[in-house]
C-alpha cells in the first residue's frame, strides 16, 4: 500500500465510449503523474502536475484530457480511443521537484482494453 | 531517452545475493542514481537512491563506481518475491517537478 490508489482497476471500453480515469493520493505530496505502459515496452511519461497546473504534456494525442481539481486528486478522461490505447496506466506522486530528494510512489494502476 | 543502460534479463538462485547492474555513463555532476522495480501488473516501487556514496537499507545496497559512471543494486539474499523488472534511473531535475524517465529495466527471475 503506497499511499496512491487508483479506480478502476480494470476497464473495458469500446472506442466510442466516454470514461475517466481516478487517482487520489494520501500522502499529502503537490505533484501527480500520468504514465503508460504498454505490453513490453517501458513506462512513458504522459501529463505531469505541479500544485494543480499542468507542467508537461508529453505529446499526448487529444483524446486523452487530464484534470487535476487539487492537489489529491488527478482524472485521465478518455474519449475516442483506438485499440492501441490499450495499456496499464499508472499514476503517480511525489513531493515537488527541484533539489529536493523526493521519490514518486506509484498506484496499482489502471489495466485499460479498447476494444 | 533513457540515460541508462541494463543487461534485458538475469537469472538468481534463491538466498543467493543477486548483483544487477547498470551504466550511465554520461551522468551530470548533479545527477542521482535511483532504483524502482516493478512485480508483474504492478506499479513500481522505490528501491533505493544515491549520488556517490554507497547506499544501504532495508530492501537492497547500492554500490556506485567512483566515476559515477556505472553502479549495482545488491539484494543480498533474493526471495522468490523479488521476481520483477529493475529499473535504474537517473533522476532528471526538471523545474518544480521530478521528470523521470523509464528504460526497459531488467527483468530478474529469482529461481528455486
Known amino acids: 500500500e503506497t499511499g496512491v490508489t487508483q479506480t478502476p482497476r480494470h476497464l473495458v471500453m469500446g472506442m466510442t465510449n466516454k470514461k475517466s480515469l481516478k487517482c487520489e493520493q494520501h500522502l499529502g505530496h503537490n505533484a501527480m503523474y500520468w504514465y503508460k505502459q504498454s505490453a513490453k515496452k517501458p513506462l512513458e511519461l504522459m501529463f505531469v502536475?505541479?500544485?494543480?497546473?499542468?507542467?508537461e504534456n508529453n505529446s499526448v494525442p487529444s483524446r486523452f484530457s487530464p484534470e487535476c481539481p487539487n492537489s489529491s486528486h488527478l482524472f485521465l478522461h478518455l474519449h475516442t480511443l483506438q485499440p492501441e490505447d490499450s495499456a496499464l496506466y499508472l499514476c503517480?506522486?511525489?513531493?515537488?521537484?527541484?533539489?529536493?530528494?523526493?521519490?514518486?510512489?506509484f498506484g496499482p494502476g489502471t489495466r485499460l482494453l479498447v476494444l | 531517452d533513457a540515460k541508462t543502460t541494463q543487461p534485458p534479463s538475469m537469472d538468481c538462485a534463491e538466498g543467493r545475493a543477486a548483483n544487477l547492474p547498470c551504466n550511465h555513463s554520461t551522468i551530470s555532476g548533479n545527477e542521482y542514481v535511483y532504483w524502482y522495480r516493478q512485480i508483474h501488473s504492478q506499479g513500481p516501487q522505490y528501491i533505493i537512491h544515491?549520488?556517490?556514496n554507497n547506499e544501504t537499507n532495508e530492501m537492497a545496497s547500492l554500490i556506485i563506481t567512483e566515476d559515477r559512471k556505472s553502479s549495482t543494486l545488491i539484494l543480498p539474499h533474493a526471495t522468490l518475491r523479488d521476481t520483477a523488472v529493475y529499473y535504474c534511473?537517473?533522476?532528471?531535475?526538471?523545474?518544480?517537478?521530478?521528470?523521470?524517465?523509464f528504460g526497459p529495466g531488467t527483468s530478474l527471475s529469482v529461481i528455486p
Open positions: 544515491g549520488l556517490k
Open positions: 502536475y505541479n500544485f494543480k497546473e499542468q507542467t
Open positions: 503517480a506522486s511525489s513531493q515537488g521537484g527541484g533539489d529536493r530528494l523526493e521519490t514518486q510512489y
Open positions: 534511473i537517473v533522476r532528471v531535475e526538471g523545474i518544480a517537478y521530478d521528470k523521470v524517465i
